[in-house]
């Protein structure tokens, strides 16, 4: 197949890197890459790839991968002409497991046209927004994850039983082969990783590498919940990044650490600003904390999310997620952490949050903030768990995915920053797909209503 001329300046960049020193057939030769996946993250945050021969990689290179949209979830109709995967050569993985495949991140083309809903160019859009204001941001992800049991019904550890398993160290060491396997991947990639846990419940872990600009981290956590469920099978394990796989443990979360940076510098930071932070970094955490409501549909994109937040409280004693549109210090029963100068937690998002939207949704709400001045109000230093009570007047987070689809919806902010194509598009699969949960009948309701 043919791939039409790209006619925006992304496909001006892109013929300048094909045949420059991003030249994917010549690294193929040097490092020993027999295939790349050209992939794209959908808006469910799927990963979707083709498994191309180094052989081709310089055609595909200059003009893409094609795919038939439709059978992914970009809203696109089976009528449409091919949607073509154009490589980005600076995100180039070598799978460390499978050093012949290189991974490629790739942008989305349809009849010469940038596809402006896909979810990398939606992130693109927000960095090159904060980029005109003269920012960048940074984030850093902590991505929990369960490893399951091949059918995805139980924890694979028999002996994980303990109420409060955080830190466990012998729960830890039974899984190091797969633990240190996945760590090594990203040492020798190059991403800093730093420390590795286990988590709240039995049979969670958290891994931890070094924060960078919006889009290299999301380029990192697509392709590090891709290699965490590849390692995991290599050892007959199931990995999984589901929010809330098991209703009396904790939940996977997906915080996320976010610094606006100038001129190489962290512009978050002010040592003589309350807890270290600049009236800048206020005033973006004001965007973020007006538009919470809207921002779940992002960070807590799935049915499943809000069985996360607001949740009850679980057998370790607390369930380490947020219920309010909260900001705080050094606390962690908020929506927002201040853990330290210069930089904030986000709580909020899980592990079904798409890599991309979760930034570009932070970045929007954040540039918001900024452009009008945003008052995040006072921080509240209580024990949310504890004593909401005293937080008087403190917005709820949405109690299902329905309300927060419906936030969005209403959201001019966000529409007006994430583009109408990618805000009707994602409202419309999403509302599709909670319809779809709605009329499934549970057991719940069986059992609740059939003697009625
Ligand atoms: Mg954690």
């Known amino acids: 197949m043919k791939a039409k001329t790209g006619k925006t300046e992304d496909a001006k960049a892109r013929a300048a890197a094909a045949g420059g020193a991003d030249d994917l057939e010549k690294i193929a030769r040097e490092r020993g890459i027999r295939y790349f996946l050209i992939s794209y993250v959908d808006l469910f945050g799927g990963l979707r790839a083709k498994l191309v021969p180094a052989a081709a990689i310089g055609e595909m290179q200059k003009a893409g991968a094609g795919f038939a949209g439709f059978a992914t979830w970009l809203d696109m109709s089976p ?72 059918d995805g019904s139980a924890i694979s550890d028999a002996a994980d039983i303990a109420a409060k398993p955080c830190y466990d160290q012998s729960a830890l060491m039974r899984r190091y082969d797969v633990i240190s396997e996945i760590c090594d991947a990203m040492l020798e990639l190059g991403w800093g990783a730093y420390q590795n846990d286990h988590e709240d419940a039995n049979g969670q872990f958290e891994m931890n590498w070094s924060y960078d600009d919006a889009l290299t981290t999301a380029d990192r956590h697509a392709f590090f919940k891709f290699m965490v469920k590849s390692i995991a099978e290599k050892h007959a394990l199931r990995a999984t990044f589901m929010p809330k796989p098991f209703p009396h443990l904790t939940g996977s979360g997906c915080h996320a650490h976010v610094s606006l940076w100038a001129k190489g510098a962290n512009a978050f930071l002010d040592a003589k600003g309350e807890l270290g932070l600049s009236p800048l970094a206020y005033a973006f955490l ?18 499943n999310s809000y069985k ?7 057998l370790s004693g607390a369930t380490w997620s947020p219920n309010s549109v909260t900001y705080t210090g050094n606390n962690r029963t908020h929506m927002v952490r201040i853990p330290e100068p210069g930089r904030f937690e986000l709580r909020l998002a899980d592990g079904a949050a798409n890599p991309y939207l979760l930034q570009a949704a932070v970045l929007a709400a954040g540039l918001d903030g900024i452009e009008n001045g945003r008052d995040p109000g006072k921080r509240l ?66 059992e609740h209503t059939l003697d009625i």
């Open 79 to 150: 009528a449409d002409p091919d949607l073509f995967a154009v490589p980005d050569p600076s995100s180039l993985i070598q799978l460390p497991w499978k050093r012949e495949v290189g991974w490629l991140a790739a942008d989305l083309f349809m009849d010469g046209r940038l596809v402006e809903q896909a979810p990398r160019a939606v992130l693109k859009k927000q960095v090159a927004d904060a980029a005109a204001l003269g920012y960048a941001m940074k984030t850093g992800v902590e991505c929990e994850y369960f490893l399951v049991t091949p």
């Open 286 to 303: 004001g965007g973020v904390l007006a538009n919470a409501e809207a921002l779940c549909a992002l960070t807590n994109p799935t049915v």
């Open 308 to 314: 996360r937040i607001n949740a009850p409280v679980t």
């Open 381 to 446: 230093d209580i024990n949310m768990y504890t004593e909401a009570h005293k937080a008087k007047g403190a917005r709820r987070l949405p109690l299902n995915l329905l309300d927060a689809l419906r936030a969005l919806e209403k959201s001019k902010v966000l529409a007006t920053r994430l583009g109408a194509p990618f805000l009707s598009s994602y409202l419309k699969l999403k509302q599709a797909e909670w319809n779809d949960y709605a009329r499934h009948l549970s057991q719940w309701e069986r």
